[in-house]
């Protein structure tokens, strides 16, 4: 077991943590996405969606503690692995330069995480852990998406969110080993398609909701 240990939390191992909770938290993101889309039909549609969410109970639970088991691991290792490199290169270079395909998404990548950890817990509160018995969930998003704050600050966690994904998803291919010439364009382009998905399709929702 010690083994095991010393093994994922070794710079190989928490990078392949990191690239793989990625990659499951990209599928969990289009998923709810997909679920989401629902509110455009009605309020009727998205309360019958979100029933048929509650009515599988105990597996409704399970896969609620495996994402937050993923979050544990994505917040810990990606924070350490922060740590680590902060403490290799303590002093900021003089000049920077934007080598080695260097973009925005990730020169932002540890920022851009802990903004989303802050948006997320804000987000469950405001609409998991609520009280539901007088009221559904149609009405529950429709009220935080009439105040025009809120709606600014959604958009701007899901502009913060198109950025992680965008560099967060080639990267984790890249981390178990397709940084191929033959593959990685396709999946670079790929990744560029996933976070304006995100972008947009979250960042579209409360833009409707206020303006209907």
Known sequence: ????????????????????????????????????????????????????????????TLAELGLLLFAIIHVATGLSLFYQNFKARPTRYKIQKRGGGRTIGSATMPYTGILLLGFIVLHLLNFHFVDKSQTTIAHIVTSAFSNPLYVIGYVAAMIVAALHVRHGFWSAFQT?????????????????????????????????IALV
Request: aromatic content about 12%; glycine content about 12%.
């Open 1 to 60: 077991m010690n083994w095991l240990i010393q093994t994922l939390w070794s710079s190989v191992g928490r990078k392949l943590l990191m690239a793989v909770t990625g990659l499951c938290f990209c599928i969990f993101l289009m998923g709810h996405l997909l679920g989401n889309l629902t509110i455009y039909a009605g309020n009727e549609a998205f309360n019958a969606y979100a029933q048929r969410l509650h009515a599988l109970g105990p597996l409704l």
């Open 176 to 208: 178990l080993g397709a940084n191929h010439p033959k593959y990685m364009p396709a999946i670079m382009g790929l990744s560029i398609v996933l976070g304006l998905i995100v972008g947009f399709g979250f960042g579209l929702l409360p833009l409707y």
